[in-house]
C-alpha cells in the first residue's frame, strides 16, 4: 500500500515513465519473441524445404522399393549407402532414417536401428500427411539419441516419399543435416529482430514520454493558476468574512447601546417626568377647584399621562444583565412579566443555563420573553404559558408556547402601524448574533416560537 501511495505521490510524468517503462518494456520482450520466433520457423523450414528437395533426387529412386516391400533390397541399400559416402551429400548429412507407416524404421545409417519400431513425432506424422516439416536443434526422440550425442548444430527434416506414378506417400525420409550455417543465419535473425523491437519500441516510447512531459507541463502550469485563482478566492472570502463579522459586531454593540439608551431614557420618564406629574395630581387633588367639572377632566388627563408613562418606561427599562447568568436572565424576564401582567408562566430548564454568557446574548434572550410573552397576554388570551429553555452543544435553545387564539406567521413578521417592529425585530435581532427565529402557529391552535442562540458573541 505504502508503494502504490509513494508511485501515485509522483508526478503524471513519472508515473508514466514507470508504468509506462514497465508496459512497454513487457510488449517488447513479448513482440521481440514471437518476431524471433516467426523467423526462426521460416528460415528452419526454408532450410528444411530446400534439403528435402535435395534429398529427394536421391532418395526418389528407390520408392519402388520402398512401394512393394516392407524394407529396401540389397542392391538399394547398397546403392543408397554408396550415396551418403561418396558424394557431396554424405558430407552435409549426418544420418539418415526411413519410416514406413506405424513408426517402423526399415533403413537407417545406423544398422542397429532397422526394424526398431518407435512411437511417431509430430513432425514425422506432418510427413505422412504430405508436408515437409523439419526442427533446429531439438533432439528430444528416443530415436535421436545417437545424434544428441555428437553435440554439434543439426537440421532434422522430415521429406514424405512419393511413388513415381501415383504420387502416393509409400514412405518418409528423416535425415539430420550440419548446421552450423544455419545457427550462425539463425543467431544474425535474433539479434537483428531484437535489436529493430527495442529500437522501435523506445523511439515508440521517447515519442510519448516527450508528448506526456508537455501535457504534463501545461497541467502543472494550469494547476499553479488554479492555486494562485484559489488562493486569491480564498482571500477574498476570508476578508468578506472579516467584513460580515465586523458588520455584525458594530450591529451587537449598536443594538446593545440602543437598548441602554432606551433603558436611561425609561428610567428618565419613571424618575423625572413621572414623578412630577405624580406631584402635580397630587397637589390638584388638595386644591379646591371653583371648576370642579374642569377639575375632573384634568385629574383624568393626569390619570392617563402616569399610566402611559408607567407603560412605556416599563417598556424600555431593562434589568441589570451583567452580572446575571442565563438561568437568572431568563427567569428574570419571566418575572418582570408574571408582574406586569399578573400572569402565570411555567419555565422548564436545564441545569446547563447557570453559566455566564455575553452580554448581547443575555440581552436578545431577555427581548425575546419580552415580546413573545408580551403577546400571549396582549393578543392571544392565552390560559396556559410555557417556557423552555436548554444549552447544549454551544448553543442557546428558547421556546415559548401557549394555547391562545393563534394567528398568521406571515402576517406578523411586517412593521406595525405603530411602528413597532414585534418579531420581526426579533429576526433581525437574532440574525446579527448568527441565530435563528422559528414562529409556528394555527388561527385558534395556539402558537410556538423557537429562539436558537449561539452562545459565543462575535467581535472585531
Known amino acids: 500500500m505504502a508503494?502504490?501511495?509513494?508511485?501515485?505521490?509522483?508526478?503524471l510524468l513519472r508515473q508514466f515513465v514507470l508504468a509506462g517503462g514497465l508496459v512497454m518494456l513487457a510488449a517488447a520482450v513479448f513482440v521481440g519473441s514471437w518476431v524471433a520466433s516467426r523467423i526462426e520457423q521460416?528460415?528452419?523450414?526454408?532450410?528444411?524445404?530446400?534439403?528435402?528437395?535435395?534429398?529427394?533426387?536421391?532418395?526418389?529412386?528407390?520408392?519402388?522399393?520402398?512401394?512393394?516391400?516392407?524394407?529396401?533390397s540389397d542392391p538399394a541399400r547398397a546403392a543408397l549407402r554408396e550415396i551418403f559416402l561418396g558424394t557431396a551429400l554424405g558430407d552435409r548429412v549426418v544420418s539418415y532414417k526411413i519410416w514406413k507407416d506405424g513408426g517402423r524404421i526399415v533403413e537407417a545409417s545406423n544398422p542397429e536401428l532397422r526394424g526398431k519400431v518407435f512411437p511417431p513425432s509430430a513432425d514425422q506424422m506432418a510427413a505422412w500427411e504430405g508436408q515437409i516439416s523439419a526442427s533446429f536443434e531439438d533432439l528430444s526422440d528416443l530415436e535421436d539419441a545417437a545424434e544428441a550425442a555428437l553435440e554439434i548444430p543439426l537440421l532434422e527434416v522430415y521429406s514424405p516419399v512419393r511413388e513415381v506414378w501415383t504420387g502416393e506417400i509409400v514412405a518418409v525420409a528423416e535425415f539430420y543435416e550440419h548446421a552450423d550455417m544455419l545457427a550462425l543465419e539463425l543467431a544474425d535473425a535474433r539479434r537483428n529482430s531484437w535489436l529493430i523491437v527495442f529500437a522501435v519500441f523506445a523511439l515508440s516510447g521517447l515519442l510519448l514520454v516527450g508528448i506526456v512531459r508537455s501535457g504534463s507541463l501545461l497541467i502543472d502550469r494550469q494547476q499553479n493558476a488554479l492555486k494562485q485563482q484559489l488562493?486569491?478566492?480564498?482571500?477574498?472570502?476570508?476578508?468578506?468574512?472579516?467584513?460580515?463579522?465586523?458588520?455584525?459586531?458594530?450591529?451587537?454593540?449598536?443594538?446593545?447601546?440602543?437598548?441602554?439608551?432606551?433603558?436611561?431614557?425609561?428610567?428618565?420618564?419613571?424618575?423625572?417626568?413621572?414623578?412630577?406629574?405624580?406631584l402635580a395630581s397630587l397637589r390638584f387633588?388638595?386644591?379646591?377647584?371653583?371648576?370642579?367639572?374642569?377639575?375632573?377632566?384634568?385629574?383624568?388627563?393626569?390619570?392617563?399621562?402616569?399610566?402611559e408613562l408607567r407603560a412605556i418606561s416599563r417598556g424600555l427599562a431593562l434589568p441589570d444583565l451583567n452580572d446575571l447568568s442565563l438561568n437568572q436572565t431568563i427567569d428574570r424576564a419571566i418575572q418582570d412579566h408574571q408582574n406586569a401582567y399578573n400572569a402565570t408562566v411555567s419555565f422548564n430548564h436545564t441545569a446547563a443555563l447557570d453559566q455566564e454568557a455575553p452580554y448581547s446574548i443575555k440581552l436578545c434572550a431577555y427581548r425575546f420573553l419580552q415580546?413573545?410573552?408580551?403577546?400571549?397576554?396582549?393578543?392571544?388570551?392565552?390560559?396556559?404559558?410555557?417556557?423552555?429553555?436548554?444549552?447544549?452543544?454551544?448553543?442557546?435553545?428558547?421556546?415559548?408556547?401557549?394555547?391562545?387564539?393563534?394567528?398568521?406567521?406571515?402576517?406578523?413578521?411586517?412593521?406595525?402601524?405603530?411602528?413597532g417592529q414585534g418579531l420581526l425585530g426579533l429576526r433581525d435581532r437574532a440574525a446579527t448574533l448568527g441565530g435563528q427565529l422559528q414562529v409556528s402557529s394555527d388561527l385558534g391552535n395556539g402558537s410556538k416560537i423557537v429562539l436558537a442562540?449561539?452562545?459565543?458573541?462575535?467581535?472585531i
Open 231 to 278: 488562493a486569491e478566492t480564498q482571500r477574498v472570502s476570508d476578508q468578506n468574512s472579516r467584513l460580515k463579522d465586523n458588520i455584525a459586531a458594530a450591529a451587537q454593540r449598536s443594538t446593545a447601546q440602543a437598548d441602554r439608551v432606551m433603558q436611561r431614557i425609561g428610567q428618565d420618564l419613571h424618575d423625572g417626568v413621572a414623578q412630577h406629574l405624580s
Open 42 to 72: 521460416g528460415v528452419v523450414q526454408n532450410s528444411a524445404t530446400s534439403a528435402a528437395l535435395y534429398m529427394e533426387s536421391y532418395i526418389s529412386p528407390l520408392s519402388a522399393d520402398l512401394s512393394a516391400e516392407d524394407g529396401l
Open 371 to 419: 415580546e413573545a410573552l408580551g403577546n400571549t397576554a396582549r393578543h392571544a388570551e392565552a390560559t396556559k404559558v410555557t417556557v423552555t429553555a436548554a444549552a447544549q452543544n454551544g448553543s442557546l435553545t428558547c421556546e415559548v408556547t401557549d394555547n391562545g387564539s393563534g394567528f398568521d406567521p406571515q402576517n406578523a413578521m411586517v412593521v406595525r402601524p405603530d411602528g
Open 453 to 459: 442562540l449561539p452562545l459565543s458573541e462575535r467581535s
Open 285 to 307: 387633588e388638595e386644591a379646591e377647584p371653583k371648576k370642579q367639572k374642569t377639575a375632573e377632566t384634568v385629574r383624568q388627563a393626569l390619570d392617563a399621562a402616569m399610566t
Open 3 to 11: 508503494l502504490i501511495r509513494t508511485f501515485f505521490e509522483q508526478s
